[in-house]
C-alpha cells in the first residue's frame, strides 16, 4: 500500500497541484492511503479534488481510503456529505458509517 501525505491547508489555491501529485500516486489495482493527519483546513476545491483521485482510482481499480482525518476536516465531509463516499480509516480500523 502507498501513502500519500496531504498536509497544512488544501484550498483553491494549491488543490491542482495536490491533485496531479495523487493521481501519480495511483496504480492500477493497488491501494492508497491519503493520510490527512497534516491538513489543517481543506474547502470545497479540496474535497472537490478528493472526489477526482477517488473516481480515477475506481476507474483504475484501486482502493483508496483516507486516514487520520481530523474533526475539523471530518466536519466538512459531514457537511458536504461525502463521508459516505470515502472509506475513512482511523487508527488502522475502517469506520463505520
Sequence with gaps: MRTFHLSGNVDHRN????????????????????????????DSAGLAVLVQVHWQAKKFGCDVHLTNVSEGVSKRFRLAH???VFNIVEADRPTIH
Design 82 to 84: 461525502l463521508d459516505g
Design 15 to 42: 488543490s491542482g497541484s495536490a491533485r496531479t501529485q495523487m493521481l501519480g500516486e495511483l496504480l492500477p489495482k493497488a491501494s492508497l492511503a491519503i493520510d490527512l493527519s497534516g491538513v489543517t483546513y481543506i
